[in-house]
């Protein structure tokens, strides 16, 4: 790890203001953040913890939207949305482990935005909106590619809104070492459609399998889906497994998750 | 009967206590005052020639104490490989030198090529970073056929080839096994790979080096699984510093699995750098470090055939072997791919015509060495999965076609076509244990279950036998090796009774504090917990070879149980003397010894104060003191065997593999600690599981190691494992150690491997895909790609 100032503002307002200066950087929970600094990959000069700022945590729901705050823990969304959102809730309780849990938050992983993470196929089959200290952004325009978001580098994700689903289910395919999704598929059933989100299988990250969500919409059955498989023109093959196997993962997964939706 | 915590009785490990509680002392733990820290430059290229190297700006950033290069080390020695291999032509194995740092050239990613010593860790990395290495990026050679067929791209360009030797074993024999299996009536050939794993001890490597400039004695604190051993090769081979101005020592070690016996450079490192700044030096690996540059394990690629008769009786087994040794010979890197390999494929059959050639060859990757099991389980996997594949073509049931070519009971001693004396064993004792335990004949009924839930369920079936006890001097002398394979033990009885034994072994997960004092114990009729080990230091302890190839038990436990003996002479001696009679009419039993057909007795304590407190003694007949050693130098390897059934379940959806059971039915011999046993049982079968499922040591064509990290290298998990069925409790005594001990450490990972590989095969072609092998590890991915090929 190479050195750095640390800052620890209470409100949004002192944290944007921290995050202008040269070099700046938020930290949520550190748990991709600071592994990559161990490793001296990363060297922000100024650390700007978020874990303060106030009214950057908590679960609370308003009519049909479930908010979250950007600093939520995973294990707090695992618990506090359990009843509002299981599908959400049973996603967040299946990223990494405790510890993991315990320190990472939803703002993190989103502003991360890792290929192969699970918050970005919520986000994006919940049709959710990232709010920042600047605007709300749209999940269909947020997720922009491999680690790529539409935030600017000094903008702070400091809620999401998950409009919540008729029925919905995430289905995790572990890859075997880091336990990150191999694949994962978020199948959101809600009154305006379907909506399936892809994670863990694309080069251009995070993707809406729009034609699942078109037989889907017309029968919301694993049947409809049944001889589908993903396009496996542009996925990953990396040692853990080739596209192909990834394309045929979607399509598998894609009809778990329809069958286990509630 | 064992006495309360004495021989085979389930003590609690005593030693567990300080490591849950925190209060181990492991090397990094240790900071003498004043101490600098070490942080090395290593390449990022696998083969690349150095131009040159500039350290002035790094010698000149804050805090930092000296920097070195290969240059520094050019004229000291290299390190050794241990045992020296002739090729079928009768020309010794090409032997590269391995520097302390690489000068000239780095020959694989994580060599190390400069080392910096500063006052802190982070001083020491940063002027890493400022140092200007030009190395000219080389074309590497990794696939091991490539590296055999390439005479352009040299790893060592001084020995013009990629091959370190070319072995026959026994080459007498191949002619012989060539005609049988011209001949034979059925032959079933298999092509596999046994794939490249990282040790990944829980604990990285860590070095210490000081110097006494008033004494000139040098000390390393080290990561070792043998401190003897390492201190001979910095001693005799590297640095040349006197054995007795070296002392090593080895405290707590969290793993070792073999990558902790070898001598690495970093040690010779932390030692010279010590000297010139006349201060310790520390080096801790990093994880990135350790996946680098630790010896890694396996990585053979194997073609193997099994004639039969149509009957299924075995003709002959034929192996043609790659094995992958790296970039540099490690130390016991020519002998495990040769004689801890080919000497064992034989098998538990009495086939009577074996040949194994093993082409050993240089690759721009970390070195491969000895990693649990070494060889061994190399030797199994071949084997049993070429005879799983042979009873699917010839029709017959697994566990038929083995028990048919078993070894039996009143055969032993038994020669076995590949050279080795197999001393004792009962195959079909421990096949009719596993058939019980592992519940076959509801097989049948859970298999359909399985397919009701819309999965594939296989049976594998596995038996195992394997050499330990490592290993009679002379006959290795003769096959090779350049040490001997002897251990030691110093019992030192103190005047108050209680007890240390120094120990030549190393525990480092092995449960020796608590197993060792039971033999005392049960010998000498006392309390075990009067009795300490003292293990790990080279200051303290007698001249043993450490702790590999489940040696310890067999090898130092039988030299513990010697000197215990010599004890036992000795006090009956000082007893007859107290009691006022002749020794030859003083009986020793239960702590007491006493005179033959009275009830004049003198308890064990009250002799140990005596021989320390020898007012009236004959010193012309006892000497004072109660203080024995034995070195243990045993007649024959040992040889534990073991039958393993695997039940798991394929999805056939995903290509995921589950297992639902796992049995392992092993015959170590006589068993001072069950529960130790156990233990090391469940975890080979955890790391065998792991290479069989999920572990993958993977470069890319470029040398650049793809599973550098957790991230991307499985390692076996809590919940991928199943709950194990272990039972060792059809033993056959080893017939030549005095304790009958045949060793159990590496069985696990010996005997799991082909057992979970046959059981996916079995679920595969029950489920009616033409699956023949799938190589290891039988990833997800790798199922799904075969059922889909
Ligand atoms: C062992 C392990 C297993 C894991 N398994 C999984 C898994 O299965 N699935 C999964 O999805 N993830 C997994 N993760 C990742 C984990 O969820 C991380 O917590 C998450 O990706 C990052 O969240 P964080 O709060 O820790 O962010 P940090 O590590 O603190 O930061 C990550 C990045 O986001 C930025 N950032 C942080 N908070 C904000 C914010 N509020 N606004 C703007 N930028 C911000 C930081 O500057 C940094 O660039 C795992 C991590 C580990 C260590």
Redo the contacts with the bound molecule.
């Keep these: 790890m190479y050195n750095f100032e640390f800052t620890k503002p209470t409100t949004v307002e002192d944290a944007a203001k921290a995050m202008s200066a040269e070099g700046a950087?938020?930290?949520?929970?550190?748990?991709?953040?600071?592994?990559t600094m161990k490793q001296r990959l990363a060297m922000p000069e100024i650390l700007v913890s978020?874990t303060d700022v106030e009214g950057?945590v908590g679960v609370s729901k308003a009519g049909t939207t479930l908010t979250i705050g950007?600093?939520t823990t995973?294990a707090q969304v695992a618990t506090d949305a359990a009843a509002s959102y299981p599908g959400l809730s049973a996603l967040a309780d299946?990223?990494?482990?405790p510890a993991?849990r315990n320190?990472?938050?939803i703002?993190?992983?989103l502003?991360?935005n890792?290929p192969?993470?699970?918050?970005p196929a919520a986000a994006l089959a919940s049709g959710a909106t990232i709010t920042?200290n600047k605007r709300d952004i749209l999940a269909d325009n947020y997720f922009q590619g491999m680690f790529e978001t539409a935030?600017d580098e000094t903008?702070?994700?400091?809620a999401v809104s998950f409009p919540i689903p008729e029925k919905s289910n995430y289905q995790?395919f572990?890859q075997p070492a880091?336990?990150?999704?191999l694949v994962g598929v978020f199948v959101a059933k809600t009154a305006d459609g379907v909506r399936v989100a892809v994670t863990g299988a694309s080069n251009g990250g995070v993707y809406r399998w729009t034609e699942a969500e078109t037989a889907l919409n017309g029968d919301f059955s694993a049947r409809a889906i049944e001889d589908m498989s993903g396009d496996a023109t542009d996925m990953i093959t990396d040692l853990h497994g080739s596209a192909e196997y990834r394309a045929h993962l979607v399509g598998v997964l894609t009809r778990r998750a329809v069958v286990a939706s509630s | 009967m064992a006495a309360d915590g004495g021989m085979g009785h389930a003590t609690k490990r005593r030693e567990d206590v300080r490591f849950l509680m925190g209060l181990g002392k492991y090397c990094d733990d240790h900071t003498p005052a004043k101490t600098s820290y070490c942080a090395f430059a290593r390449s990022n290229v696998a083969n690349g020639k150095i131009n040159s190297i500039d350290t002035v700006a790094a010698a000149g950033m804050p805090g930092v104490l000296a920097v070195f290069t290969g240059e520094d080390f050019a004229e000291v020695g290299g390190n050794p490989a241990g045992w020296l291999i002739n090729s079928r032509d009768g020309e010794p194995m090409k032997e590269p030198k391995r520097p302390v740092l690489a000068y000239g050239k780095v020959r694989h990613v994580g060599d190390a090529y400069a080392a910096v010593i500063a006052e802190t860790l982070e001083q020491a990395m940063d002027a890493v970073e400022a140092i200007e290495a030009d190395i000219d990026e080389l074309d590497a050679v990794v696939k091991m056929a490539d590296a055999l067929a390439n005479d352009k791209t040299l790893v060592h360009d001084e020995i013009g080839t990629n091959q370190c030797f070319d072995w026959g074993w026994i080459e007498d024999n191949r002619a012989a096994t060539d005609a049988a299996i011209k001949a034979a009536p059925h032959v079933t050939t298999l092509e596999l790979v046994n794939n490249r794993l990282v040790p990944n001890a829980m604990e990285p490597r860590c070095s210490i080096g000081e110097y006494e400039p008033g004494t000139g004695d040098y000390k390393l604190t080290t990561t070792s699984q043998n401190p003897h051993l390492t201190r001979l090769l910095i001693s005799a081979f590297v640095l040349g510093i006197p054995e007795n101005k070296l002392t090593v020592h080895s405290p707590d070690v969290g793993g070792g699995f073999g990558s902790k016996i070898y001598h690495y450079g970093e040690e010779a490192l932390v030692l010279a750098a010590a000297k010139k700044l006349n201060r310790p030096v520390k080096w801790t690996s990093t994880r990135t470090e350790a996946f680098l540059s630790d010896a890694h394990g396996r990585d053979h690629v194997t073609k193997i055939e099994l004639a039969c008769e149509k009957d299924g009786t075995f003709i002959a087994f034929r192996t043609e072997t790659m094995a992958n040794v790296g970039a540099y010979l490690s130390n016991f890197s020519t002998v495990t791919p040769t004689f801890l390999h080919g000497t064992l494929m034989a098998g538990n059959y009495t086939v009577p015509n074996v040949y194994v050639n093993v082409k050993a060859v240089f690759t721009n990757t970390a070195p491969v060495d000895a990693y649990r099991g070494a060889g061994r389980p190399e030797a199994s996997f071949s084997l049993e999965r070429v005879i799983d594949k042979a009873a699917r073509e010839l029709g017959i049931n697994p566990i038929e076609l083995r028990r048919k070519n078993f070894i039996k009971p009143d055969q032993y001693p038994f020669a076995s076509a590949a050279g080795l004396e197999y001393d004792s064993g009962n195959y079909d004792a421990l096949m009719d244990a596993l058939e019980k335990r592992a519940n076959l004949d509801g097989f049948e009924a859970r298999c359909a279950e399985s397919k009701k839930n819309g999965k594939l369920r296989g049976l594998g079936i596995n038996s195992y036998v394997e050499a330990c006890g490592i290993a009679p001097s002379n006959l290795v002398g003769i096959l090779g090796a350049r040490v001997g394979l002897y251990d030691a033990a110093t019992v030192r009885v103190n005047a108050t009774g209680n007890i240390s034994v120094m120990v030549g072994a190393h525990s480092h997960g092995q449960g020796h504090e608590t197993a060792f004092p039971q033999i005392v114990a049960d010998m000498l009729g006392i309390d075990p917990l009067s009795i300490d080990i003292v293990h790990g230091d080279t200051s303290k302890i007698p001249f043993g070879m450490g702790t590999y190839g489940s040696r310890s038990l067999a090898v130092c436990g039988s030299a513990v149980f010697r000197a215990t003996e010599k004890i036992i002479k000795k006090a009956t001696l000082i007893a007859a003397h107290m009691l006022e009679d002749e020794p030859e009419n003083v009986d020793f039993t239960d702590g007491d010894f006493a005179v033959k057909g009275t009830n004049k007795k003198v308890s064990f304590g009250e002799v140990a104060l005596k021989a320390y407190i020898p007012h009236d003694f004959p010193i012309e007949f006892i000497e004072p003191g109660l203080e024995e050693t034995a070195f243990y130098d045993p007649a024959n390897f040992t040889y534990p065997s073991g039958a393993y059934g695997c039940e798991v379940e394929v999805d056939p959806e995903t290509g995921k593999v589950d297992i639902c059971a796992m049995v392992a039915i092993d015959d170590f011999g006589n068993v001072v600690n069950p529960m130790i046993v156990t233990g090391q049982v469940q975890g080979g079968l955890a790391q065998g599981i792991g290479q069989a499922l999920l572990e993958h040591g993977i470069y890319d064509e470029n040398g650049q190691l793809l599973s550098g990290s957790f991230m991307d290298y499985a390692m076996p998990r809590a919940d991928d494992l199943p709950n194990f069925v272990v039972d060792h409790s059809n033993a056959t005594p080893c017939t030549h150690n005095p304790i009958g001990a045949k060793g159990c450490g590496e069985a696990g990972a010996i005997g799991s491997p082909p057992t979970v590989v046959n059981a996916v095969i079995d679920a595969l072609q029950r489920g009616g895909y033409d699956v023949e092998h799938i190589d290891m590890p039988v990833s997800p991915a790798r199922v799904w790609a075969a059922m889909n090929a």
């Design positions: 950087q938020a930290l949520g929970g550190g748990q991709t953040l600071l592994p978020l950057m950007g600093g995973h299946g990223i990494g482990d993991v320190r990472g938050t703002g993190g992983s502003a991360n890792d192969a993470a699970c918050y920042t935030l903008e702070i994700v400091t995790k572990v880091s336990r990150f999704a």
